[in-house]
């Protein structure tokens, strides 16, 4: 089902959202019988309340709940949940509601109307809305598709969503936009030098590769760069189960670069886009990867693997070396790359890294204006020496598992040394319980702070 708006619509009916102050004025635009009605329902404007008010051929229109300023803080896309409880219908808004917390509002509505209905029929929305009248209503539809694309893919299981089928939906979506791809496989990794994503994905019967999309001929040079990893047993030092059961969502940071790669393709933004996934299965045969391997990585830089399940920050590192022999204005990497993390922020925050200050501050503030919560964390100098193990350059695992998120962030910032500007975002991909417009499962995290952000950093 597309994610879009209705055609204006002089039917519509109208949708009020409002916060609990504007309750009596609103319903002094209501006839009284519809204003009493509303009132002994016992509607309070709380947010995501709903309520229906009849007219003499059914229903005349819909009051709907932003909350109190509390509530307010604890929410967002508030206006999905009330997408859930409408009727089918076509609505247009009235609200005070304007720029970007009206955006994020309707964002919620698109959003709300998300299902993944792959495996199971899935009941829909049927209530539609116009557009308000100022709103770019195009370049929310990209954003929602775009998010879309992010929650399937990370939606998909493992069993049909390997490192071909990566491949594959990489390939549609640079089909859809004349975008050029190459795929490097198998064994051809060894030869064209990424001897790290082939030890990491050479154990399953499912062939690693490298992925690499071009897009957009003139304006500055992004390179994204998404941890594809399609499903993480941990390899030989494997993950117990309750550990291992969420990680078909591991290619949440290729799900999410594809995802913002959609969106910058069809708002046809004026810049170079490269997008860098290596898709790996990291599974476990005799061929696997073992504790205490030294692999010599793209860049040269030996690796002492103590932890197989650190998988992540060794595919990306052959990647990131690859993006870092060409110039561009800003790299990024996304990936699901660390507990710690989630440890840290939980599953709404993106911790983000960022080389450059003030691209970290134009990050910071994007995403708390377009409800995309990011949260910078530093590269602590002091704890490189945590990732210099004995014999090799790098220990892709320090023990102790102190400042996880920081030192696989270091790890990765050693292979990008000559592009100045790199910010990498450690991402969990994933809602573990229904929230307005995000239905419990995968999710898009930090791409609309750094589509947001993008006319700054890249002058735009
Ligand atoms: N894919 C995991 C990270 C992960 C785990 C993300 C849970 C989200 C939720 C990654 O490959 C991993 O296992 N990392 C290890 C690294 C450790 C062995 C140094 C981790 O975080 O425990
Ligand atoms: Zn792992
Ligand atoms: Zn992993």
Redesign the pocket.
């Known amino acids: 089902m597309p994610l879009s708006f209705a055609a204006a619509d002089p039917a519509s009916l109208p949708l009020y959202l409002i916060t609990p102050e504007q309750l009596e004025a609103t319903l002094s635009n209501l006839d009284e019988a519809q204003a009493q009605w509303v009132r002994a329902q016992g509607f309070s404007a709380g947010a995501g309340s709903l309520c229906t008010f009849p007219g003499a051929s059914g229903i005349a229109g819909a009051v709907a709940g932003l909350g109190s300023e509390k509530e307010r803080k604890r929410t967002r896309f508030t206006l999905g949940t009330v997408r859930a409880g409408l009727p089918k219908g076509v609505y247009h808004l009235v609200t005070d509601v304007t720029g970007e917390a009206l955006e994020e509002q309707l964002l919620g509505w698109l959003m709300s109307g998300y299902v993944f209905d792959k495996y199971a029929k899935k009941s829909h929305s049927e209530a539609e809305l116009v557009a308000p009248e100022g709103v770019d209503a195009a370049r929310l539809e990209a954003i929602a598709a775009g998010e879309a694309l992010t929650r399937d893919l990370i939606n998909t299981p493992a069993n049909d969503m390997g490192p071909e089928e990566l491949e594959t939906a990489a390939r549609d979506l640079a089909d859809s936009y004349s975008a050029k791809i190459s795929v490097t496989t198998g064994d051809a990794l060894l030869a064209e030098g990424f001897p790290m994503v082939h030890a990491v994905g050479r154990a399953s019967p499912r062939a690693p590769r490298l992925i690499d999309m071009r897009w957009g001929d003139t304006g500055p040079v992004l390179t994204l760069v998404g941890k594809g ?1 399609c499903f ?1 047993t ?1 390899g030989l030092n494997l ?1 117990p189960g309750a ?1 291992m059961g ?2 078909k969502k ?1 290619m949440g940071g290729a799900a999410t670069v594809l995802g913002l790669a959609k969106m910058i393709m069809a708002l046809g933004l004026p810049l170079q886009l490269r997008v860098l996934i290596p898709a790996v299965e990291n599974a476990v045969d005799g061929s696997a990867f073992r504790p205490q391997d030294i692999l010599t990585s793209r860049k040269g830089l030996t690796v002492e693997i103590n ?1 197989t ?4 920050r060794l595919v990306l590192a052959d990647a990131l070396a690859l993006a870092d022999e060409t110039p561009s204005d800003l790299v990024i990497s996304m990936a ?5 993390a ?1 440890v840290a922020v939980g599953p709404d925050i993106a911790p983000y890294f960022a080389t450059d200050a003030s691209d970290a501050a134009t990050v910071a503030k994007a995403g708390a204006r377009v409800a995309d919560p990011v949260w910078q964390l530093p590269y602590w100098e002091p704890y490189e020496t945590m990732i210099e193990p004995g014999i090799a350059d790098l220990d892709n ?1 320090p023990s102790g ?1 102190m400042a ?1 998120s920081i030192t696989a962030a270091l790890f990765l910032r050693r292979f990008v040394t000559e592009t100045p500007r790199y910010m990498h975002f450690d991402i ?1 991909g994933w809602n573990p319980s229904a929230k307005p417009a995000r239905p419990k499962g995968g999710v898009g995290q930090g791409a609309r702070a750094i589509l947001a952000a993008l006319p700054e950093l890249l002058g735009l």
Not at 309 to 312: F, K, P, V
Not at 336 to 340: D, I, M, N, P, V
């Open positions: 990893v993480d941990g993950k550990s969420l990680m591991d932890n399940d650190a998988e992540g699901t790359l660390t507990g710690a989630r695992a598992g996880g969990y």
